[in-house]
């Protein structure tokens, strides 16, 4: 049954999201050619209109992104907590297969947006010789990863942007999920209850930050007494301990958030 939710999410969700990407990414080209024909915003002669236009573009791939990533959570409160959840909820489907059916489809349109996103950016910004030198060196790149001498800190960092998609799902799945609880106004409850979640991370990014900071601030200090690689070894240590210490925290208040929509389907479904 997963394997049905999912292709049904997956043939329901793209000529929606297909039709705005493909917009999206021709405005993006007819605003390079804008871009070009007046002169370009890296000349000497840059023109106003020309930076006007590009943050123009730059904002209109950054909504498209957001879009994108809101409407797949809006997907999951109107099949799911709506008037349409009475058919959903009708169906021989436990919590977790409605989460991962829909959850899975959410993950892999993050990630190609991802990548469109990239691609767009480059079309507005990069030149021949970048894109050029962008594909020659990311094979290299990506072999790096593996090398036995690549810091740690690097995996890490490669490591939480893969996990990414998956812990934006599922804010905004239990964001829903917390909303229907309340008796009115459910959908406004929810982008309230995902904004607050938003701050509170914030402010555990603050709290690591202040943390991390006086070790990162004793650099200086010893900057004159520790050899280049005692350096190098104290920088990476401190930063590989941050970067642990913020997944970590990330994958168990995803796992936290998953049982809590979970529960909420399995025992606490309110329908309008």
């Known amino acids: 049954m997963l394997r049905k939710i999912f292709k049904h999410e997956w043939k329901t969700i793209p000529p929606l999201l297909l039709a705005i990407h493909a917009v999206g990414l021709a405005a993006t080209v007819l605003c390079r050619i804008g871009i070009e024909l007046m002169g ?3 000349s000497s002669k840059t023109s106003v209109m020309a ?6 573009a730059v904002v209109s791939v950054g909504g498209i992104s957001f879009y994108t990533y809101f409407y797949t959570g809006y997907r999951f409160y109107k099949n799911v907590f709506t008037q349409q959840g009475y058919l959903t909820n009708t169906l021989p489907v436990t ?4 989460i991962w059916g829909k959850g899975l489809t959410g993950v892999i349109w993050l990630a190609l947006t991802f990548l469109w996103s990239i691609v767009a950016l480059f079309i507005l910004a990069a030149s021949p010789a970048d894109v050029r030198e962008v594909f020659h060196d990311l ?3 990506f ?9 740690a800190f690097a995996r890490i960092v490669v490591l939480s942007v893969l ?9 905004i799945y239990v964001s829903a999920a917390l909303g229907n609880l309340f008796t009115g106004h459910k959908l406004l409850a929810a982008v309230g209850i995902y904004i607050g979640i938003y701050f509170l ?3 555990f ?3 690591l930050l202040l943390f991390t900071a006086p070790h990162f601030a004793s650099l200086e200090r010893r900057l004159q007494q520790m050899e280049t690689t005692e350096l190098q070894f104290f920088a990476y240590s401190t930063l590989n301990y941050a970067l642990v210490i913020s997944l970590i925290f990330t994958i168990a208040v995803s796992v936290g958030f998953y049982l809590i929509c979970r529960y909420v389907l399995n025992h606490r479904l309110n329908l309008e």
């Open 40 to 42: 370009g915003v890296d």
């Open 143 to 151: 072999a790096q990863l593996f090398r036995s001498d690549t810091p």
């Open 95 to 98: 919590a977790d297969q409605l």
């Open 139 to 141: 094979p290299q790149l």
């Open 51 to 56: 930076v006007l236009l590009l943050l123009m």
């Open 205 to 207: 990014g603050i709290v």
């Open 163 to 171: 996990l990414s998609p998956f812990f934006m799902i599922i804010q």
């Open 201 to 203: 991370e914030q402010i």
